[in-house]
């Protein structure tokens, strides 16, 4: 059995909450529909009422049968009982399961919007960490499930119900033969608690692994140009086979959990039934040592209400081990919406507009708390200046720039923005202060005007156009099919590299940033591309303080100062032409990535050939 639990331990920020905790919780969001939730009720302790109808009438047929016999005035009114009770019933559930389904989908609506406004809410380092496809399943397999209980414990409710009023019942027939019942019940409750531990556990694994479904699919699919390149279809169907083969064996491994439930039950519902037809029936001889005598009526009644019983009260108490199922699910959403945040926030303070001067002062930071990239970073960028980062890889540009965007927590030192610590502001205030353009843009499915427009919803198409027609006179937008309403596709699927970036860097131009953010935006394109992004890249440098990482001559020729980081420190800053004159790390740089980019240097080679 441990097998199949293999690689589905929790993910670090789960948490265990009791049962009494969960349900305390999962009530606050009912108690918010309390009107639907009282009609839900009320309509649930009349559908109880209405099921014990049937049986008493069926009784007062049977004792006037055994009396004078039924005339018709009785007839009509035991087939008038029967057909209203019926006609009744059937209204009254339909609209308890109206107001259910409302009731539930109003809490799963609520659950679902918290569960992701939390993941929305969390630090980029939460899903470095934690795989996009597990946080999905929580939010929709798990939010689904809980509704799927939620509408078995309605049920629940009413076969309660319907318990209570027919212990009444059979106190009204038999006070002896009902304490009798009274005393047999518990042995079947109880058995049916003992299936609640093993009910949970495999519910929590279940849902853990579909989890991993989600991921292997969601991995194959994203993944699924370079599986081909590398002909691995294969390797991925193998790997999806293997985590759905694990699926199954754990949902059957539930299944026979759950199953197990009601033949167990039943075995002892009629060992119970049997005992009671036993004494029962030696009562209507009135050869009952502790029992008085009861009628064949009565008797009749009462073992017809007892097994009308046994069903309410075995479904109440294997729900419990059923409603594991729902916990379970909870406890997942919830741990996700009480996962703590990495980033420590002291106050919110705002600033109507940033002059854009950032200070790192005695910096140190590291994905883990073992590793520092940045030991003790140390720099200053002006209001209004622009500075590109250089350096071999893992020399710590990604990390200042995750650092200012506040992706990141740094575990020491200082980072003020306008000399205010980075810690005392507003996260989404300062957030919009900043335009980021990544390596690789991400484009949302639409056209290329709703993706320049997302970080400025107002404007217009004509702002929009009169932008874009700045860069390179809008030859850009001559090479879209339909301009800006021509569509990007998934991911920005239908554009090539070069009109991505160029997107992206129209939705920062549109967006008027005050501190600009590039990393590297020029990599993999044609020159004709790559001088209409160096347009667009001008037009944002010269308005904000920018910081740039570049891989393109071009991009730091035009920054106002260099900063050459090795193993997470600043070795040396300048201008290109003095860096290169001072013949230290950055001349190297230069000779090995960006000397072959320089108009010399081509020139240089035409002539040699």
């Not at 959403?333 to 790192?360: C, N």
């Not at 910096?363 to 520092?372: K, N, S």
């Not at 650092?403 to 957030?431: N, P």
């Not at 953010?517 to 992004?533: G, Y």
Request: charged share 20%.
């Amino acid at each position: 059995m441990a097998g199949i639990f293999q690689g589905l331990d929790a993910e670090d920020y789960d948490r265990t909450y009791t049962d009494k905790e969960l349900v305390r919780r999962i009530w606050t969001y009912f108690k918010t529909y309390q009107t639907k939730f009282n009609w839900t009720v009320a309509a649930t302790l009349l559908m109880a009422i209405l099921g014990t109808a049937l049986p008493i009438i069926i009784f007062q047929a049977i004792e006037a049968a055994a009396g004078d016999g039924l005339d018709p005035n009785t007839m009509i009114w035991l087939i008038t009982g029967v057909f209203s009770a019926g006609l009744l019933t059937y209204f009254v559930n339909w609209f308890r399961r109206v107001k259910s389904a409302e009731i539930i989908a109003d809490v799963v609506l609520n659950m679902r919007e918290d569960a992701f406004s939390a993941a929305a809410g969390q630090d980029m380092s939460f899903f470095d960490e934690f795989s996009s496809s597990r946080i999905l399943s929580r939010i929709t397999n798990d939010t689904e499930e809980f509704s799927q209980v939620v509408l078995l414990a309605i049920d629940v409710i009413n076969q309660l119900g319907v318990a209570l009023i027919m212990i009444i019942v059979l106190f009204t027939i038999n006070v002896p033969l009902t304490l009798l019942v009274l005393i047999l019940a518990p042995v079947v409750v109880f058995a049916a608690l003992g299936f609640r531990r093993a009910a949970r556990r495999v519910t929590r694994q279940s849902a853990r692994v579909m989890g991993e479904v989600n991921r292997s699919i969601q991995e194959a699919v994203t993944g699924i140009s370079v599986a081909k390149n590398f002909r691995q279809e294969g390797f991925i169907y193998n790997e999806f086979s293997e985590v759905n083969a694990q699926s199954y064996t754990l949902n059957v491994a539930r299944a026979r959990v759950i199953a197990s439930i009601f033949p167990t039950l039943n075995t002892l519902a009629g060992i119970a039934t049997a005992t009671l037809l036993y004494f029962g029936g030696r009562a209507t001889l009135g050869e009952a040592v502790f029992l008085p005598f009861i009628t064949i009526g009565a008797w009749s009644l009462f073992i017809a209400t007892v097994d009308r019983l046994w069903f309410p009260m075995m479904n109440g108490a294997a729900f419990w081990s059923q409603f594991q199922q729902g916990l379970s699910a909870c406890e997942r959403v919830f741990a996700l919406i009480d996962s703590d945040r990495a980033i420590e926030q002291t106050d919110s303070k705002t600033f109507d507009k940033l002059s854009g001067e950032i200070k790192f002062e005695d910096v140190a930071f590291g994905y883990t708390a073992d590793e520092l990239i940045l030991p003790k970073f140390n720099l200053t960028i002006k209001p209004g200046e622009s500075i590109a980062l250089v350096g071999h890889t893992g020399a710590g540009k990604s990390s200042i720039i995750k650092l200012v965007t506040r992706f990141y927590e740094f575990q020491a030192g200082h980072v003020s923005i306008d000399g205010t610590d980075i810690r005392e502001l507003d996260l989404e205030a300062y957030r919009r202060k900043l335009g980021i353009v990544s390596q690789v843009p991400f484009l949302f499915d639409g056209t290329v005007a709703d993706n320049i427009r997302y970080a400025a919803p107002d404007a217009t198409d004509e702002e929009i156009i009169a932008m874009a027609n700045k860069i390179g006179e809008g030859d850009w937008l001559d090479t879209l099919p339909e301009g800006i309403d021509s569509p990007v596709g998934e991911r920005g699927s239908q554009l090539s590299m070069g009109q991505r970036q160029m997107v992206a860097l129209m939705r920062v131009l549109i967006h008027n940033p005050e501190i600009f953010i590039l990393d590297e935006a020029t990599a993999s394109i044609d020159p004709f591309t790559e001088s209409q992004i160096q347009e667009a890249l001008d037009l944002i440098i010269q308005n904000t303080t920018a910081i740039v990482i570049a891989h393109r001559l071009s991009t730091i020729r035009n920054v106002d100062r260099i900063i050459v980081l090795s193993q997470g420190e600043v070795i040396e800053q300048g201008s290109h032409d003095e860096l290169v004159a001072a013949g230290g790390h950055y001349a190297e740089l230069y000779d090995t990535y960006f000397r072959h980019q320089s108009l010399a240097y081509i020139e240089e080679q035409a002539w040699a050939k």
